[in-house]
């Protein structure tokens, strides 16, 4: 599914387990964002927008929707920073999914196990720790980010960088996790 950037309403269908005319429902009511091409009148799905629309729904993202594991959950504070390192990873191949607060950091984490984490304090990054210890990806790279943060990488395992003057550097240890190498300090 790499490069794919839209689906048909039948491969909607078939991985909603439902007949393709539903889609078209979903469609018409406005909870499945969609365009139609020109000349036939085709719908089209976006893909960011198919995944948002399983996951509000609680249902199930196949792995091959996933961007071959790709996923960054991000909670970060003040908003505008958070944002920000997304808008940085999605343009580095991420597919980014931004917490609001804590409870909704976890609940996603658990549910979506991504391949990397940022966060932008102790507190988060302990917190985050205690999540790690029942989370099935154990290959899972975390990310400290901040204006008061020094860098390199601590003894638990979380690179610590500084947001925003090392923003290379933050899509550099993506690359670096998708990889599977070791880790710069």
């Given at each position: 599914?790499?490069g794919k950037?839209?689906?048909?309403t039948?491969?909607?269908?078939?991985?909603?387990?439902?007949?393709?005319?539903?889609?078209?429902?979903?469609?018409?009511?406005?909870?499945?964002?969609?365009?139609?091409l020109?000349?036939?009148?085709?719908?089209?799905?976006?893909l960011?927008?198919?995944?948002?629309?399983?996951?509000?729904?609680?249902?199930?993202v196949?792995?091959?929707?996933?961007?071959?594991g790709r996923?960054?959950l991000?909670?970060?504070?003040?908003?505008?920073?958070?944002?920000?390192?997304?808008?940085?990873?999605?343009?580095?191949?991420?597919e980014?999914?931004?917490?609001?607060?804590?409870?909704?950091?976890?609940?996603?984490?658990?549910d979506?196990?991504p391949?990397?984490?940022?966060?932008?304090?102790?507190?988060?990054?302990?917190?985050?720790?205690?999540?790690?210890?029942?989370?099935?990806?154990q290959?899972?790279?975390?990310?400290?980010?901040?204006?008061d943060?020094?860098?390199g990488?601590?003894t638990?395992?979380?690179?610590?960088?500084?947001?925003?003057?090392?923003q290379?550097?933050f899509?550099?240890?993506l690359?670096?996790?998708?990889?599977?190498?070791?880790?710069?300090?």
């Open positions: 599914m790499r950037q839209a689906l048909t039948g491969e909607v269908a078939k991985y909603c387990g439902v007949n393709f005319r539903t889609v078209i429902r979903w469609i018409e009511r406005g909870h499945l964002e969609a365009y139609k020109p000349g036939r009148g085709d719908n089209r799905i976006p960011p927008g198919f995944i948002s629309f399983l996951q509000s729904n609680h249902m199930p196949p792995d091959e929707l996933r961007q071959h996923t960054l991000i909670l970060a504070e003040p908003e505008d920073v958070a944002a920000d390192m997304a808008s940085t990873a999605r343009r580095a191949g991420w980014p999914m931004v917490a609001s607060d804590a409870m909704q950091f976890g609940y996603v984490f658990a979506l196990q391949t990397a984490v940022v966060v932008s304090s102790e507190d988060m990054a302990a917190a985050v720790n205690r999540l790690r210890r029942d989370a099935e990806n290959e899972l790279l975390c990310v400290l980010a901040g204006m943060i020094p860098t990488v601590s638990d395992g979380w690179c610590r960088i500084q947001w925003p003057t090392e290379k550097r899509v550099g240890l690359d670096l996790s998708e990889s599977h190498t070791q880790r710069p300090v």
